[in-house]
């Protein structure tokens, strides 16, 4: 008897992957369920209100992670407040916000919710924080 020997079943991406199932093995079954979405333009988009309507959202969840989310959404806030504000220090701090949440009791029931407000902040922040929407089941169309 002849012993087969392991195949390499190595994955390599030279970019970003997102909304996208990778998978190696045999007779694996995958589903992916998101839905793409268009987001708006930037300079329709009132970031500040945004950010406030997800700051209220999030603050109704029952999590540990409340002041993390909370701390994380004043960083952006305040971010926001400077007459150049910094696109990806915004975006990371949303991006931080949005991922301390996830893990919260009644993140789940939020997203209903967060979808307009996130698809909003992302057409304001643009292409680079499109995976912020794949938190909440969305991918981005610009």
Known sequence: MSELSPQNRSVSI???????NIITGDSNKVSLDYQSVPV???QSVDIQSTLMTIRDIL??????????????????????Q??????DEVGQALERAVKYAEKANGFAEAITKLKPHLTSAVGWL???????????GLTAIF
Do not use: F, M
């Open 126 to 136: 643009g292409k680079n924080w499109a995976s912020i929407l794949t938190k909440v």
């Open 40 to 42: 708006p333009e930037p």
């Open 14 to 20: 030279g970019g970003n992957v997102t909304g996208a």
């Open 59 to 80: 603050a109704q969840l029952d999590t540990s992670d409340r002041r993390k989310i909370e701390n994380a959404i004043a960083d952006a806030e305040e971010e926001l």
């Open 82 to 87: 400077k007459p150049q504000p910094d696109k």
